[in-house]
């Protein structure tokens, strides 16, 4: 009750304002290029402060932290509602950001907690329906406001959801216990946070450029990469890092978190393709593609019911029969053409929506599952990060695919819808890497299941 609210805010705000752009752009008098900040500054300011969580929670509470967060995203929101120009809004974004960005590790790590082990898989199953859903639903939701409401709406709508979950934090929360945090690891934290925004800006701007190698996408890509490269050499020699990197010791959280990132670049890279095909080979509008992308959400939404009781039956082979069915619907939006039939496109998309539910969740859940309560916290943030970062990787390639296929197609219907299914075999690729990994992670969690048997009969 009080982290989904929270969940819907962080995913919703990074999905709801894109469709209203080309208004904002009106209506402040600036260009589409300065307007992409109002987007990318939210995201950014996300990545900067999600490693910090872990260190913020256990100096001052979780529910301390949690609640300073959401109160910081509904001040926030309201801001960004009455901002004048464009450069105000984009300064209060950064501050959704920042609540954003400190709500999801810290309200996961609350969730974790309280579920123990034999209860995070249906906790996890709970709040991957915010996280699969709201970029289906976000869209139209944006639209709808933006036709009836007007631009502001697009924000003031957080603000009850906001006001709500703070109560309910407030209220539900248990009081926090004190837990030496130790000294801010202040080097790690530059490098870090420094590094993953440099990778997240590097890879949108590798989007907007139509390729990797643009100097627009490098020159913040290289320094990045090679800042957290220096985080992973510092955490590993310093006593008290900011995040605990010697985690990926453990082989079982090792493999669940490649899967995650791998997940994270098929799934959510793959869920901007749709919304581009409806919109420019079909020439449906915001609130029409929405509608047409919900099919994907019911699949997803009934995966997510199921997921976790699976889970616990089955374990770490719910991500592989999920990533297998996300394969197999994959391959029919391959042969996508200019007038596929709309109803056999909202089936697949039905399918696909099932596999993206039972593949997303089952790797994160592996991963808390692995280790001890006290290392949780220092997972989550990881997780996270992990997850956004494969997400922007996997957008960013799967648009400059879609770019250079676009550029050989010309202006024809067919040769746009070609575009798109070649593009889609990158995603089927994509996803086959992710799936390969899950099974590995099966393989080591059931050996990691047996070893505890076979002492117990030696």
Not at 47 to 68: D, E
Not at 131 to 139: K, R, S
Not at 183 to 202: E, K, N, Q, R, W
Request: charged share 10%; glycine share 12%.
């Amino acid at each position: 009750m009080v982290v989904l609210p929270g969940a819907v805010l962080a995913f919703l705000d990074a999905t709801v304002v894109n469709v209203a752009l080309r208004r904002l752009s009106l209506d402040f008098g600036v260009s589409l290029g300065t307007l992409q900040w109002v987007v990318t500054s939210y995201l950014l300011a996300l990545a900067a402060v999600t490693p910090v969580s872990a260190w913020l929670a256990r100096r001052f509470g979780h529910r301390r932290i949690y609640a300073a967060a959401l109160g910081v995203f509904t001040l926030a929101s309201v801001l960004c509602g009455l901002a004048p120009n464009v450069e105000a809004l984009i300064v209060f974004r950064v501050a959704q950001g920042i609540g954003g960005g400190l709500m999801m590790p810290v309200g996961q790590t609350i969730l974790v907690t309280a579920a123990g082990r034999q209860g995070v898989a249906r906790v996890m199953s709970a709040i991957g329906v915010p996280m699969f859903l709201t970029p289906v639903v976000g869209p139209t939701i944006g639209g709808l406001l933006l036709d009836h409401a007007g631009w502001r709406w697009i924000f003031w709508i957080n603000v009850p959801i906001g006001l709500a979950a703070l109560c309910l934090a407030l209220r539900l929360l248990g009081r926090d216990r004190t837990v030496h945090a130790g000294a801010l690891d202040v080097p790690g934290l530059l490098m870090v946070s420094t590094g993953v925004v440099g990778i997240t800006y590097g890879l949108a701007r590798a989007g907007d450029e139509g390729t990797l190698l643009a100097s627009g996408a490098l020159l913040p890509l290289v320094p990045g990469l090679a800042l957290t490269a220096g985080f992973a050499w510092w955490a590993l020699r310093v006593p008290h890092p900011l995040l605990d990197l010697r985690l990926y010791r453990n082989m079982v959280f090792s493999a669940a978190a490649f899967v995650t990132f791998a997940m994270g670049a098929a799934i959510f890279g793959g869920m901007i393709l749709m919304p581009l095909y409806y919109q420019l080979v079909r020439h449906e509008d915001a609130v029409g593609t929405g509608m047409l992308l919900a099919p994907q959400g019911v699949g997803a939404a009934i995966a997510m019911w199921l997921s976790g009781r699976l889970f616990e039956r089955m374990g770490s082979l719910t991500a592989v029969v999920g990533g297998s069915v996300c394969m197999a619907a994959t391959v029919p939006f391959m042969l996508v053409s200019a007038d596929s039939s709309y109803g056999a496109l909202s089936l697949a998309m039905v399918v696909r929506g099932f596999g993206i539910g039972m593949a997303g969740m089952p790797a994160m859940t592996a991963a808390f599952r692995a280790l001890t309560p006290a290392q949780v916290e220092d997972a989550t943030p990881q997780l996270n990060m992990l997850q956004r970062v494969g997400g922007s990787l996997g957008a960013a390639l799967f648009v400059v695919v879609l770019q250079q296929r676009l550029d050989d197609a010309g202006g024809s219907p067919s040769g746009q819808a070609d575009a798109f299914g070649a593009t889609f075999g990158w995603v089927l690729a994509a996803t086959a890497i992710a799936t390969l990994p899950a099974v590995l992670m099966t393989a080591l969690e059931r050996r990691a299941g047996e070893a505890p048997a076979r002492a117990v009969r030696t």
